[in-house]
């Protein structure tokens, strides 16, 4: 079994900046591509920002110019700088990855607990 886990998030004000952090750990073998979701209060989860095994990015329009989404493959670390915060970012930020666990073994979606952003104006 693999598990990811975030953190970094807060209550940061409008403006202002965090960095979030996932870190994947346990029975790894490879992990593809990896990624922010968030889920703000009765909304559903959404994509945020996607990297694939060899750094290329994908934003949602919503974060474009914002937000960077990184990753060191050694680390098995993927990151998420967020900058000019605004109060519609508030939600609970998850990270993702597909990963294989062993040869063999096909890729799988695996989720942290998410971590909570929160924007004040």
């Known amino acids: 079994q693999a598990q990811l886990m975030e953190s970094g998030g807060g209550l940061v004000q409008s403006g202002g900046s965090l960095r979030l952090s996932c870190v994947a750990s346990?029975?790894?073998?490879?992990?593809?591509?990896m990624g922010w979701y968030r889920q703000a209060p009765g909304k559903e989860r959404e994509p945020v920002a996607i990297?694939?095994?060899?750094?290329?990015?994908r934003y949602a329009d919503s974060v474009k110019g914002r937000f960077t989404i990184s990753r060191d493959n050694a680390k098995s670390t993927m990151w998420l700088q967020i900058d000019s915060l605004k109060p519609e970012d508030t939600a609970v930020y998850y990270c993702?990855?597909?990963?294989?666990?062993?040869?063999?073994?096909?890729?799988?979606?695996?989720w942290g607990q998410g971590t909570q952003v929160t924007v004040s104006s």
């Open positions: 993702t990855a597909a990963i294989k666990t062993r040869f063999g073994v096909p890729f799988r979606d695996y």
């Open positions: 346990g029975s790894i073998n490879r992990i593809n591509d």
């Open positions: 990297i694939t095994s060899d750094s290329a990015t």
